[in-house]
């Protein structure tokens, strides 16, 4: 219990200098103009966030520095050093810069769109993540690897989602302003194209969208023509989700890259072109496929690929493990700092 305290401590300490440095990039830029002299002095912010995540030991804390600050954050001060989306405006106030730089939100393309699925949907997910941490924690071990192929894909995803969804909904509502929901739905995504730019993880696909397919389309776009100009941007957007991800990787193991995380973003890449490919060349109506078949056929590709390149390192690793134990962990020392506060217990 103590180390789990000291490790708030750390994280708080950690967080409270990144706030600090952001600070210092919010007043900079009123008197440093976008361009090369922005980006320089923007660098030694980006490069402390290199070194935040390596004075963590826990999982969670590693995966949020690292995620947050060493990804998210230093892709959108690059995008702000040359007045790019989704800061190509400094926004109103300090506070907003903050969340906008700090957290994995971004401004809605469809403001006005609604959530055509039922509230009761989340708390359904809420349960039934909790069951997945109760397995995870306690009978991983005893599990057949055909069920793990399942659970881990469904840890990841009810992971992600369930904390996310909260954090974007209460900073909805704080800042006045409507953000891209995190998650569509990806278990009906219909294709490749679907699951990776309208359903998983949107804040990061419109910032991968931002910061490496629209550069990329642009600089290809004077030595080919626009659809090959296209094909590079999208395989530059996973190959960079893909090194991205083999980070956030290292500083949660400390292991070695094995490369296979970088691989399956490769494959997924790829696959997508050619589906892109193959739709543009109209061949899809010779041979209607039924959403319930094109459903099962994207999530089984995207479940099988992660069994064979994504989920190996995970296992050898013991993370998901980890992360179970430190949510269980995490979970007592609130119910018992909360019991002191209410006097149910001595200190």
């Given at each position: 219990m103590r180390e789990i305290e000291e490790e708030f401590i750390t994280f708080i300490e950690a967080w409270a200098s990144a706030i600090i440095s952001i600070s210092y990039c919010y007043y900079i830029s009123q008197n440093i103009k976008a361009g090369f002299f922005r980006l320089i002095s923007l660098l030694p912010v980006g490069a402390l966030f290199f070194v935040l995540p390596l004075f963590f030991s826990s999982a969670h804390f590693s995966f949020l520095t690292s995620g947050f600050l060493?990804?998210?954050?230093?892709?959108?001060?690059?995008?702000?050093?040359?007045?790019?989306?989704?800061?190509?405006?400094?926004?109103?106030?300090?506070?907003?810069?903050?969340?906008?730089?700090?957290?994995?939100?971004?401004?809605?393309?469809?403001?006005?769109?609604?959530?055509?699925?039922?509230?009761?949907?989340?708390?359904?997910?809420?349960?039934?993540?909790?069951?997945?941490?109760?397995?995870?924690?306690?009978?991983?071990?005893?599990?057949?690897?055909?069920?793990?192929?399942?659970?881990?894909?469904?840890?990841?995803?009810?992971?992600?989602?369930?904390?996310?969804?909260?954090?974007?909904?209460?900073?909805?509502?704080?800042?006045?302003?409507?953000?891209?929901?995190?998650?569509?739905?990806?278990?009906?995504?219909?294709?490749?194209?679907?699951?990776?730019?309208?359903?998983?993880?949107?804040?990061?696909?419109?910032?991968?969208?931002?910061?490496?397919?629209?550069?990329?389309?642009r600089?290809?776009?004077?030595?080919?023509?626009?659809?090959?100009?296209?094909?590079?941007?999208?395989?530059?957007?996973?190959?960079?989700?893909?090194?991205?991800?083999?980070?956030?990787?290292?500083?949660?193991?400390?292991?070695?890259?094995?490369?296979e995380v970088t691989w399956y973003f490769v494959l997924h890449g790829v696959c997508t072109v050619a589906e892109v490919i193959v739709k543009r060349k109209k061949f899809v109506g010779r041979w209607m496929v039924r959403p319930v078949v094109s459903r099962l056929l994207t999530v089984g590709f995207v479940v099988l690929s992660g069994g064979w390149l994504f989920f190996p390192q995970i296992k050898r690793s013991g993370v998901i493990k980890r992360f179970a134990s430190e949510s269980l962990l995490f979970t007592d020392l609130i119910k018992h700092d909360l019991s002191i506060f209410l006097g149910l217990v001595e200190p």
């Open positions: 060493t990804w998210q954050a230093n892709l959108k001060l690059l995008l702000f050093a040359f007045d790019k989306s989704p800061l190509s405006t400094t926004p109103p106030n300090l506070i907003h810069f903050l969340c906008f730089i700090c957290l994995p939100i971004y401004p809605q393309r469809n403001p006005n769109s609604q959530d055509p699925f039922p509230k009761w949907l989340f708390a359904v997910k809420v349960l039934l993540f909790g069951v997945v941490l109760h397995v995870c924690s306690n009978h991983i071990e005893k599990l057949h690897p055909i069920l793990l192929l399942g659970l881990y894909p469904l840890h990841v995803y009810l992971s992600h989602e369930i904390p996310l969804t909260l954090l974007n909904d209460l900073l909805t509502i704080t800042l006045g302003c409507d953000l891209e929901p995190q998650f569509n739905e990806p278990y009906l995504a219909t294709s490749l194209q679907d699951f990776w730019g309208r359903r998983w993880n949107l804040p990061v696909s419109a910032l991968l969208r931002s910061s490496v397919f629209i550069p990329v389309r600089v290809c776009s004077h030595l080919m023509n626009s659809e090959r100009a296209a094909i590079i941007g999208v395989l530059a957007s996973f190959l960079v989700s893909g090194l991205l991800h083999e980070m956030m990787f290292f500083y949660i193991t400390r292991e070695a890259p094995t490369w």
